[in-house]
């Protein structure tokens, strides 16, 4: 029988497991003690939160190469490519290697069924080991109890800022959901609390866990004055300055900082870690291009503490002209919320179709909402081709145009443009 190809392969993922998410780890414990998984040999950072887990993880993993480590990096979703997902040394690896992973699950995992998340979780885990990382830096995909990531101990933990997102799985307050991303910690090793607030209920879990807690602006601290993040790091002497990576949050690079040097300790250089940043972009998080004589942003703001984040950096940077948006959502999103906030930042508005996706919200709906907060520009279809033609004859040269929301929204304007990936290979 030929081997699947990788495309085969991710649509026999799509439908190995009856439902798409399936929370818990006995399935997915199986199937790495299978692949001999467990123990895991390499140091692990697990990154975990509701927004800017994967800007800490770029800047993290960028940090650690700089410094002398082999790494291994994991994200999700991806954008335009799976091997997105899965990075060693800041390379996206090959079909074949993800191939030669998938094969290896396949033929261990027995009667066990897993999800899409779940076997591409499994390919990383071992992938890194196979290529023999230092460290692998994971992002959580959701929650963090039960998600994949949480099957092997970290040794260093990060927690980005905590709001409200896909409820339906965590619960409908921060108090609840705190702790769902509190549990990715493990006693006597620390995690880096990447704000200044936190639902006490967070505390309270690592208290339970036995964790070591590095509150922002306790026992470490950041500070951010034209675009230079000032840092004290936890334990040690060193305070430095460092320039932000554009459209990257203070708050999360600082946390890959300070993750960065609770892994390395006395062979941290803030030096170093400085050079890495200054070239580091992360696909789609407030990315600018120009095209067509207008400035052109992406970011995947897909719920509303990410939406006012990116209403915010607009506002920071002011043009003359106008700036006009197009959003596209999957359909459990607050978007009443995501709308009054992209109302505050834009002049105008339009609902982009995410084709092929069934949780993909209506785009009659999300134009709908975005007419009632009045900024719904008219529109005839929604197809990205024709959304993107309506921003283009909408605009002038000098004017803005956001495509934001959800990574398949973002993806397909990418796609119709033939746009690429910022570069993240090189750590100096």
């Known amino acids: 029988m030929p081997e699947r190809t990788l495309g085969e392969w991710l649509r026999y993922l799509e439908q190995l497991h009856p439902v798409e998410i399936d929370l818990g780890l006995a399935r997915v414990r199986v ?9 895991y040999g390499p ?9 800017g887990k994967g800007s800490v993880v770029y800047s993290t993993d960028a940090i650690l190469r700089a410094q002398g480590k082999r790494t291994g990096r994991y994200t999700s979703p991806h954008l335009l490519r799976f091997n997105e997902r899965i990075a060693v040394d800041g390379e996206v690896v090959s079909d074949q290697q993800i191939l030669d992973a998938f094969t290896a699950i396949e033929n261990t995992r027995g009667e066990v069924t897993l999800t899409y998340f779940e076997f591409a979780t499994l390919a990383a885990w071992w992938i890194f080991k196979e290529q023999k990382v230092d460290v ?3 992002e959580v995909g959701l929650g963090g109890r039960l998600d994949a990531v949480n099957l092997v101990d970290a040794d260093v933990v990060v927690i ?3 709001d409200l997102d896909h409820q339906h799985w ?12 509190a549990a990715v910690a493990r006693p006597g090793r620390p995690v ?3 704000e200044s607030s936190y639902p006490a209920t967070l505390f309270s879990t690592l208290q339970d866990i036995a964790a070591l807690p590095l509150s922002a602006g306790k026992e470490w601290s950041w500070s951010n004055e034209a675009e230079q993040l000032c840092v004290q790091l936890a334990g040690t002497e060193l305070s430095a300055v ?8 203070p708050a999360n690079v600082a946390a890959a900082l300070q993750a960065s040097a609770c892994l390395l300790g006395a062979a941290f250089d803030v030096d170093v870690a400085a050079g890495a940043l200054v ?3 992360v696909p789609a998080r407030r990315q600018v291009v120009q095209i067509a004589e207008r400035e052109l942003l992406l970011d995947v703001a897909h719920n509303p503490a990410a939406m006012q984040a990116m209403v915010d950096y607009l506002k920071a940077r002011p043009i003359k002209g106008k700036t006009i948006a197009a959003l596209g959502l999957m359909a459990d999103k607050d978007l009443e919320s995501m709308a009054a906030a992209l109302a505050t930042g834009v002049d105008g508005a339009c609902a982009l179709a995410i084709p092929g996706i069934g949780r993909a919200a209506s785009p009659e709906v999300i134009w709908q909402a975005l007419d009632e907060v009045g900024i719904a520009i008219p529109q005839g279809e929604f197809s990205t081709e024709a959304v993107w033609a309506q921003l283009l004859t909408g605009s002038s040269p000098g004017d803005r145009l956001v495509v934001c929301g959800s990574f398949h929204s973002v993806a397909g304007i990418m796609t119709l443009l033939s746009l690429e990936l910022p570069s993240t290979s090189d750590g100096h």
Do not use: C, Q, S, Y
Request: charged share 20%; glycine share 6%.
């Open 160 to 162: 980005t800022a905590i």
């Open 43 to 51: 140091d692990v950072i697990t990154v975990a939160g509701t927004n």
């Open 31 to 39: 199937a790495a003690e299978n692949l001999n998984l467990l123990p």
């Open 242 to 249: 460092f320039m932000v990576p554009d459209g990257l949050r």
């Open 192 to 194: 880096v609390l990447a």
């Open 279 to 281: 070239h580091l972009r």
């Open 136 to 138: 692998a830096v994971m």
């Open 170 to 181: 965590l619960g409908d307050t921060v108090e609840k959901i705190a702790p769902e991303k």
